[in-house]
């Protein structure tokens, strides 16, 4: 669709003005802005209309932009806006003082979005599907009982605590670690199931007694490791919205419920930054809602996805200078931690 520099000027100042006001746009504030007449803006906002690209709510309101106009918008007339210096420490400080958790820091990182965009923000914890076992540790928790933790190459770190029955010694201890390392590390989280469990049991021969609850933590806490955990913050920002009433905030949060077929929709996400407009997510819930999608990476490979749901008038030269920089520094935190550990 070509349009002349005229209309993309109209159509980049409605958009400008209805992201900060929610109302519809008439032409005599967008003609003081440009410098003409308002019947030229008129006669513009019109052809606009014809286009597509504006809607018109009333016979005589001014206009709104479509998901159309918000398309062209997006893809060829928004300036993207490097973030501040003062904004990028701010997004600093609240990461790294989570940085020793990456649960926590996941945590801090919807959180920070939500503030900044009033809007719903998502974390999604990395996927250990493609992982590797990075390491497993140890740590006696009682007489009885012991706690396995899991770190893996994507980032995560989960645990479990598992009993025994028999008392626990520190040599007893060293044998968890050696025996069950000296099997699994290094080895595909996914390749630890039930039947691989089995094996390395039957392997053990005399000590497949004394394995048998580590070894079945370590198979719990691999399954931990490959789930894909949500951390939301902000719900409530969409009450602020009026598209959202009438139901619209209902089925956010039914979509929300199903966490498993929400991350699916996070994971379909590519690496670039990336807004979907109502229907182009293919999800009813968000029909009437913008998701903005950003992808963080873990030692150069794809790990999770920080999200945003709001209206379609989202202020987004904002919210992608801050989602993309979120998403690098989370990046680059968890692989340090990675390295670290």
């Not at 599907?129 to 006696?140: E, G, I, S, T």
């Not at 419920?257 to 999800?283: S, Y």
């Not at 790990?303 to 749901?309: K, M, N, S, V, Y």
């Not at 989202?314 to 920089?325: C, I, K, R, T």
Request: aromatic share 6%.
């Amino acid at each position: 669709m070509e349009l002349s520099t005229r209309k993309e000027n109209v159509l980049s100042s409605i958009i400008g003005a209805y992201i900060q006001t929610g109302e519809p746009v008439g032409s005599k504030g967008i003609a003081a802005q440009l410098g003409v007449s308002s019947a030229t803006i008129r006669n513009e906002m019109a052809d606009l209309t014809a286009l597509g690209l504006l809607e018109q709510p009333h016979t005589s309101a001014g206009r709104v932009p479509s998901r159309a106009g918000y398309r062209v918008y997006l893809d060829r007339l928004m300036e993207r806006k490097p973030l501040s210096q003062q904004d990028a420490h701010w997004i600093d400080a609240r990461l790294y003082a989570g940085s020793y958790d990456p649960e926590k820091l996941l945590h801090a990182a919807s959180r920070l979005l939500a503030e900044r965009s009033r809007c719903l923000a998502v974390a999604t914890t990395p996927s250990g599907r493609r992982a590797y076992v990075k390491a497993l540790q140890f740590v006696q928790t009682s007489r009885r009982s012991a706690m396995v933790i899991m770190i893996s190459s994507a980032g995560t770190m989960k645990s479990r605590v598992f009993k025994c029955d028999f008392d626990l010694s520190g040599e007893i201890m060293r044998i968890f670690f050696r025996v069950i390392n000296e099997k699994l590390v290094h080895k595909p989280v996914a390749d630890i199931t039930p039947a691989m469990i089995q094996s390395a049991a039957a392997a053990m021969g005399d000590m497949a007694i004394l394995m048998s609850a580590p070894l079945m933590a370590v198979y719990e806490v691999a399954q931990d490791t490959m789930r894909t955990d949500l951390c939301l913050h902000g719900q409530m920002n969409l009450l602020l919205y009026p598209e959202f009433s009438g139901g619209g905030l209902r089925r956010v949060m039914n979509l929300l419920e199903r966490r498993a077929a929400f991350a699916d929709l996070l994971h379909r996400a590519t690496g670039e930054t990336q807004v979907q407009l109502g229907n182009e997510t293919e999800c009813p819930e968000l029909e009437n809602a913008s998701l903005v999608t950003a992808r963080y990476q873990v030692s150069g490979s794809d790990a999770g996805t920080l999200a945003l749901i709001g209206p379609l008038r989202m202020n987004y030269p904002a919210v992608l200078a801050d989602m993309e920089y979120t998403a690098q520094t989370v990046g680059k935190i968890l692989t340090a931690w990675m390295k670290e550990e």
